[in-house]
């Protein structure tokens, strides 16, 4: 939905710049320090929740189930932590930004309501880990389905070639 509004506001702002040399005040700051970080951190969340975030499995493909349950626990848990740090350096920028007031470059849109972004984001991603790794305990297998909470299927080459 940002990267819809986004795109509608910068086709805006050229047109109203070409056609009536007025182009609209403050669109280059909005797109950069409310828009893009929104597409940006939104996505990541959004990727892991729909499991399209990129995988390089040539090694716990060829593993047993219960091997490849224990890299993914790991896994999960390593970036739950990682992914809480981030949320608590990002809580401690976006309290700074709150306490300066930032606003977005040299004009006078308010920019430091986006920098929570980065904490909520963050802490969301580190429940979807958690989730991520009860889900795949209980169903004693590496990969589930987080939206459907089924074990996700992997296609053989059979299933391919039909």
Request: proline content about 4%; overall charge negative; aromatic content about 10%.
């Amino acid at each position: 939905m940002a990267l819809i509004v986004m795109m509608l506001h910068v086709v805006a702002h050229a047109m109203m710049r070409h056609f009536f040399d007025a182009p609209i005040y403050g669109t280059n700051e909005l797109v950069a320090y409310w828009y893009l970080p929104a597409v940006a951190l939104l996505g990541i969340p959004a990727a892991q929740l729909r499991n399209e975030q990129i995988t390089v499995s040539l090694l716990v493909d060829r593993m047993k189930p219960m091997s490849a349950l224990i890299f993914k626990v790991f896994g999960c848990v390593l970036g739950s932590i990682i992914a809480l740090g981030f949320a608590w350096f990002g809580l401690g920028e976006a309290m700074e930004k709150m306490e300066i007031r930032a606003t977005a470059g040299v004009v006078d849109i308010v920019a430091w309501p986006v920098y929570f972004l980065v904490p909520i984001v963050f802490v969301l991603l580190a429940i979807l880990y958690v989730i991520d790794m009860v889900m795949s305990i209980r169903a004693r297998a590496p990969e589930v389905d987080l939206v459907a909470g089924t074990t996700a299927e992997h296609e053989t080459e059979e299933d391919s070639a039909l």
